[in-house]
């Protein structure tokens, strides 16, 4: 693996990142319900997306929204949506997109960053746990709101 870097959305990216894949059962965890529902609400002008980039070749996503007037307190800084490519996870792509998102929050002065996240088997869960997020409670459908403290 070269050196990752993290660089806005671009045309050149915004299909490599469309196709990227996943493995087999990890569909199920990639958008639980709550965010469905708060997508409807968020304002563009508060999401924040970075493509990861391994050289040339898109091995990642990852998105957050900042915006301290949201109406649910854990949607106010958010990690929204990560994934990493199939051929790509399991080489430290996921920390780094993440540690680029805590960075962002840090300098946007937040206190802690939240993820949504369904448990269970081939789902994000110990990655999470892995990377700094304790569980902190459940949404009204029953998915773990975990948090960060920066
Ligand atoms: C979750 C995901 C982003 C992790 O990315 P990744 O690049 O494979 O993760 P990393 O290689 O950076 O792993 C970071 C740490 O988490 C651990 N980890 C990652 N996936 C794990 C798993 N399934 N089980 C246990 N530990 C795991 C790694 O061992 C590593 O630990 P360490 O650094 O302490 O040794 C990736 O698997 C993915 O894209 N999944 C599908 C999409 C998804 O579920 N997204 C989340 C909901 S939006």
Redesign the pocket.
Known sequence: MGELRLEELSASTIVAVNN?S??PG??E????VS?GIAATVVNPQTSWQRVVLDGDDV??F?SGNFDPDFPQEHFRSV????????D???????????EGLLGEARERGMSHVN?I??AGE??????????GFEPVGETEYGEVIAETRL
Do not use: C, T
């Open positions: 990227m996943l493995k990890q569909e965890f990639l958008s639980p965010y091995v990642g990852i990690l929204w949506r990560i994934n990493v490519d199939a790509d996870q399991g080489r430290g792509v996921g920390r780094f997109a993440v993820v996240y369904e081939g789902g994000p869960q110990a990655f999470f746990h892995r990377v």
